[in-house]
């Protein structure tokens, strides 16, 4: 079964190099990936503002907000779900703060 996440993926990746007149998603791989990490920060503040000071709702409507230019970033640097799922399952068991002492300063 294709996740939601994956199936996004797939369209937002065939999106690289269409007419940035008729897609956002083309859109933002022709404006770079300075601007394309600058919209997951931008989601990802008012994710957690929503968090703040909506309700459910709003922060339901902010995560897919960021999760959508999350995959976007993904893409434009290579990187696929199955790599992020990957490194998730790599992790699952150990103490989060066992993994992060792992990376090294």
């Given at each position: 079964?294709?996740?939601a996440?994956?199936?996004?993926?797939?369209?937002?990746?065939?999106?690289?190099?269409?007419?940035?007149?008729?897609?956002?998603?083309?859109?933002?791989?022709?404006?770079g990936?300075?601007?394309?990490?600058?919209?997951?920060?931008?989601?990802?503040?008012?994710?957690?503002?929503?968090?703040?000071?909506?309700g459910?709702?709003?922060?339901?409507?902010?995560?897919?907000?960021?999760?959508?230019?999350?995959?976007?970033?993904?893409?434009?640097?290579?990187?696929?779900?199955?790599?992020?799922?990957?490194?998730?399952?790599?992790?699952?068991?150990?103490?989060?703060?066992?993994?992060?002492?792992?990376?090294?300063?």
């Amino acid at each position: 079964m294709t996740h939601a996440i994956d199936a996004l993926f797939q369209v937002i990746a065939a999106r690289q190099g269409a007419d940035p007149e008729i897609s956002y998603t083309a859109k933002l791989f022709a404006k770079g990936r300075k601007k394309i990490a600058q919209k997951v920060g931008e989601e990802a503040v008012e994710t957690a503002l929503a968090a703040m000071v909506e309700g459910p709702q709003g922060v339901t409507s902010e995560s897919a907000d960021l999760l959508y230019h999350l995959l976007v970033l993904w893409a434009e640097c290579g990187v696929k779900p199955d790599d992020v799922w990957a490194e998730l399952n790599k992790r699952a068991g150990i103490s989060g703060i066992d993994e992060k002492n792992s990376r090294g300063k």
